[in-house]
């Protein structure tokens, strides 16, 4: 057995474990998610900007910055989407600028708080797949580097 076929072994490996975890993950999530509470929360900022991509593409980013107290602690929420995090593609319009003191609502786990977002969004299982998927490919070329 030559070392490309070791490294492809050992990079199939490490793609079946990463599509593993991030499905563990959803499913981690998903399970807290009847459990989460809504409160209000107070914006320090909340903001929208676009960058533009390696590709040419355009990509939004909302950076989020709002405080709220659980348990009479106070935390802050640093995501706009609970699975989706806080980067928007296709880009559509972005989110209007909301003033600093303003009232919004959050989502958080009360058994861990610091699990906060502004929006509960679908979970995507499309990194978990791309990973199955470029792991078989690797195991394939390494089956066929054996013949």
């Given at each position: 057995m030559g070392f490309a076929q070791i490294m492809l072994i050992v990079v199939a490996a490490l793609s079946f474990i990463a599509a593993a975890a991030t499905v563990i993950d959803i499913r981690r999530t998903t399970a807290r998610m009847p459990h989460m509470v809504l409160?209000?929360?107070?914006?320090r900022k909340l903001t929208s900007r676009k960058a533009n991509t390696r590709t040419g593409g355009v990509v939004a980013y909302t950076d989020v910055d709002v405080v709220f107290t659980a348990n009479g602690k106070e935390y802050t929420c640093s995501t706009l989407r609970l699975f989706g995090g806080n980067k928007h593609q296709p880009v559509r319009d972005p989110l209007p600028e909301m003033p600093a003191g303003k009232e919004v609502g959050v989502y958080y786990d009360p058994?861990?708080?610091?699990?906060s977002a502004l929006m509960i969004d679908k979970p995507s299982s499309f990194v978990a797949a791309g990973a199955a998927v470029f792991g078989t490919f690797c195991a394939v070329m390494a089956a066929t580097q054996f013949n």
């Open positions: 409160t209000t929360a107070r914006v058994a861990k708080p610091k699990r």
